[in-house]
């Protein structure tokens, strides 16, 4: 992947997020890792209208190397790649639902939501919540990247989703699916629900 498939792949994405309402506003951010370089979103765009050469680069400390001003929450996306070197790409949301659940009280700070459905514990897995902190709060830098050693997707309270993965069309696949698996959980929240087992869970393991 070069600099420029990067930027044309965060354009494609981001309007693809926005025409389907899963950003909205000028919330969100996208990433991804060339060698050394990060390519990111810039801070206060709108995803709908990004164009490529509007992105900015930073380092891998999420140092500002190159054009616009990055995103606020781009230490974030530094702090998770350097956690997860096989990943290359983070996506980061405001979705309605997702960010739904990570207002309620009561969820488990380890795994926000249940393994409702076999697409939800194939595409994401765990979901540790992380305490709110103000958008571009960078003291949840520390507590981001030893999380994402182990976990790929977290919650961020009162907040929204952060998901990497090994490309850009993973991220957003396993983003989506953390959005429509929260819309699950609120739609069920009356009823009484039965999550996969953790053999059943186990069993998927090596399905694609
Ligand atoms: O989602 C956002 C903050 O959490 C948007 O911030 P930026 O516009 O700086 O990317
Ligand atoms: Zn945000």
Known sequence: ????????QIV???????????THGSTGNISIRVGDRIVVTPTGSSLG??????LSIIGPHGEHLDGAKPSKEAFLHAAMLRARPHD??????????????SCLA??????????????????????????YHAP????????????????????LSNHGPIVTAKTLSTALDAL??????????LLLKDHHVRPLTTEQIRALSGHP
């Not at 992947?1 to 044309?8: D, F, G, P, S, V």
């Not at 209208?49 to 509007?54: F, K, M, Q, S």
């Not at 989506?176 to 959980?185: D, I, Q, R, S, Y």
């Open 136 to 155: 571009g709060d960078n003291s949840l830098e520390a507590l981001a990247e030893r999380t994402a050693i182990d976990n790929h997707a977290l919650l």
């Open 1 to 8: 992947m070069n600099e420029t498939a990067a930027r044309q």
């Open 88 to 101: 290359n790409a983070v996506v980061h949301t405001h979705s309605t639902y997702a960010a739904a659940v």
């Open 49 to 54: 209208t990004i164009e490529t050469d509007e």
């Open 106 to 131: 009561g969820l488990d700070p380890d795994n926000a939501l249940p393994p409702l459905t076999a697409y939800y514990a194939m595409r994401v897995g765990r979901l540790p919540l992380l305490p």
């Open 12 to 22: 494609a994405a981001a309007r693809s997020l926005f025409t389907r309402s899963l």
């Open 176 to 185: 989506e699916e953390l959005e429509e698996t929260a819309k699950l959980f």
